[in-house]
């Protein structure tokens, strides 16, 4: 897959979406943002990540003083904007090139580490705008499982702690019913001293959710219920429902 071209593509489909957007219109699976402070969002990130990058930073920017972080006013210079964004995204990492270390949320990583991040980020908050403006949500299967797999990366980077995703000894499997994307459409999760721990095996966990990659990715990232997202859970579902508890950020 490559990254930078899906983050364009992606990027674009949101701007696409808010078009004809009333930017008031408050999203439920963002309680505290309406459209216009979700794209805002998504737009700011994206320059602030190219900040990091450009900078070389070994630690994080202040998001309030990343250049040029508010839109325009009208639609068509805000979708600019936002596009504008990747653009400078993806420059600062050519320029600083793919494989220098910059800081990230999971410590020192290469500057290409930034797009992925900011790809998986958008397809999110674009499915935040669609749910908001009730249009349904499309994603291919490839990319809603490696949104999946970044997902898990991130959060078993997270310090160990009592608020470990699961607990020392519990085990989760998602498995996406798309059988064109073998191994990558399996996750094997595993609580371990204080955080996880994943692969792509298959093996008989003590709660195992099931159904289509996008559909998995939404729950996993509560845009959805498992129901609302046509998964089926078998086992021990109060693992599933900790999993869901404790990663939120």
Do not use: Y
């Not at 957007?21 to 402070?37: G, H, K, M, R, S």
């Not at 994080?60 to 325009?72: S, T």
């Not at 270390?101 to 674009?126: K, N, S």
């Not at 994603?139 to 959060?155: K, N, T």
């Amino acid at each position: 897959m490559n990254f930078s071209d899906a983050l364009i593509e992606q990027n674009r489909l949101l701007g696409e979406a808010i078009r004809q957007a009333d930017f008031a219109l408050p999203v439920p699976t963002c309680p505290e943002w309406n459209i216009q402070q979700l794209f805002r969002h998504v737009g700011r990130g994206d320059r602030w990540a190219a900040q990091i990058v450009g900078e070389q930073r070994d630690s994080p920017a202040d998001p309030r003083q990343v250049p040029n972080g508010k839109p325009p006013e009208d639609i068509d210079g805000a979708i600019e904007w936002l596009n504008d964004g990747v653009q400078k995204l993806l420059a600062a990492v050519a320029e600083t090139g793919a494989h220098t270390p910059v800081w990230t949320f999971t410590g020192p990583q290469p500057a290409a580490w930034w797009i992925r991040r900011r790809l998986h980020e958008t397809t999110v908050h674009r499915a935040d705008a669609q749910l908001a403006l009730d249009v349904p949500f499309d994603l291919v299967a490839d990319l809603a499982a490696d949104g999946i797999s970044e997902w898990l990366g991130l959060m078993s980077a997270r310090p160990a702690g009592a608020t470990a995703p699961l607990d020392n000894g519990a085990t989760l499997h998602l498995h996406a019913s798309e059988t064109d994307l073998g191994p990558d459409g399996e996750w094997f999760i595993r609580g371990e001293e204080g955080t996880v721990a994943w692969d792509h095996s298959h093996a008989k966990a003590d709660a195992a959710v099931r159904g289509p990659a996008s559909g998995l990715l939404l729950a996993i990232s509560r845009r959805k219920s498992a129901e609302e997202a046509g998964l089926e859970i078998l086992g021990d579902r109060q693992v599933w429902d900790t999993w869901l508890e404790r990663t939120q950020f």
